[in-house]
């Protein structure tokens, strides 16, 4: 796979491409995330919100790398009609999700190359809780179109707002 692969569908086709499994996206992070010389240069830091970028976008899937300083948190959301799958490449992170109905919240430590996949339906939110910063590279298919952000409130969660591409 080469990191920046801008490519235009082929004229005359009919059907999107079938999108790949989080099974296939896992591999796709995790690959990269073993060479760190095609993304470690592109790292920025950012004090107020987490910094990202996209790598690469096909049309069945795009990876983004994406920097986390102490206390940046990506907030309850979904990722829309996609997969998606993610892998610690540098430092740690925390993953929160629901454990189920009337489980209470389920919190994951992600140690360097913890990688989680997950399928369309998947809400989590994503942390940096250590002292120091970390990076991930994440990859979805299809590629993200929207997102919803939720609250968590004693009930459950709460969808409060609605993302598209626009807004990244």
Known sequence: MSVVSLQPAPAGTARP?????????????????????????????????????RLA?????EVWLISWLPGQSTGFHDHGDSAGAFTVAL?????????????????????????????PDYLHDVRNSAAGPAVTIHAYSPPLSGMSRYDLRAGGLVRTAVEGPEQW
């Open 91 to 119: 430092g740690e992170l925390e993953e929160l999700s629901l454990a189920g109905p009337d489980q209470g919240l389920l919190i994951r430590r992600l140690a360097p190359g913890a990688v989680r996949a997950f399928g």
């Open 17 to 53: 491409p079938r999108p790949l499994t989080p099974d296939a996206l896992r591999a796709v992070v995790r690959d990269l995330a073993e060479r760190p010389e095609e993304w470690i240069h592109r790292v920025r830091l950012a004090s107020g919100d987490r910094w990202y970028e």
């Open 57 to 61: 976008a096909d049309r069945d899937h």
